[in-house]
């Protein structure tokens, strides 16, 4: 059974900085596409950020330049690093495993301005 836990959010001031992290178990990571998706009240659920099983990245534009995925095999798990968060990046932010559509319970990341 696929489960993946994040941890991480909160509340922080506009320009501030956040990691989030996501411990993935029951797939074999290391061959899985990972990405993080947000959702803010009343919008639909949006990728933020993927990366592939190889490492290759990619980004929304609006938050290009500011935040970064990255992943670690060995621990199972992947990052996103939010730099210079604005308050339109309040969201639940989400960890999904693309091949078998699994997700996270979700986080709340907060940015007040």
Known sequence: QVQLVESGGG???AGGSLR???AASGIIFSISVMGWYRQAPGKQR????????AGSTSYADSVKGRFT????NAKATVELQ??????????V???NEE???AWGQGIQVTVSS
Do not use: H
């Not at 949006?46 to 099983?53: G, H």
């Not at 995925?69 to 670690?72: H, L, N, P, Q």
């Open 69 to 72: 995925i990255s992943r670690d």
């Open 93 to 95: 932010y989400y960890c």
């Open 20 to 22: 989030l992290s996501c």
């Open 82 to 91: 939010m730099n210079g968060l604005k308050p339109e990046d309040t969201a």
């Open 46 to 53: 949006e990728l933020v950020a993927r990366i592939s099983r």
């Open 99 to 101: 091949l078998r559509g």
């Open 11 to 13: 509340l922080v001031q």
